[in-house]
């Protein structure tokens, strides 16, 4: 497993304000702005998130790298894969 808090995202989508499915439709709409093998990060203040972003990438194919916890929010890490 990498050590989170050394990753540095190409990417960083703060969707800290949203509710569920904000989080991941944001993911969603971000991906397409990183290349493949680059690394996504998601801000969000929803909890959900640890399950829907996961459950998502494992459903397109992307690399769900995990998530570290932060003052009142997740940074959630993921790698495009296609």
Same mark, same amino acid.
């Given at each position: 497993m990498a050590d989170l808090s050394q990753i540095?995202?190409?990417?960083q989508v703060d969707a800290r304000a949203m509710a569920c499915p904000g989080p991941l439709l944001e993911a969603k709409k971000a991906i397409g702005g990183v290349a493949?093998?680059?690394? =996504?990060? /998601? =801000?969000?203040?929803?909890?959900?998130s640890r399950e829907d /972003?996961?459950?998502?990438?494992?459903?397109?194919?992307h690399q769900y790298l995990g998530f570290l916890e932060k003052?009142?929010?997740d940074s =959630?890490? =993921?790698?495009?894969k296609k």
């Open positions: 540095k995202s190409d990417r493949v093998g680059q690394t =996504l990060e /998601i =801000l969000s203040g929803d909890k959900g /972003i996961p459950a998502w990438c494992a459903k397109t194919g003052d009142g929010y =959630l890490y =993921l790698v495009r």
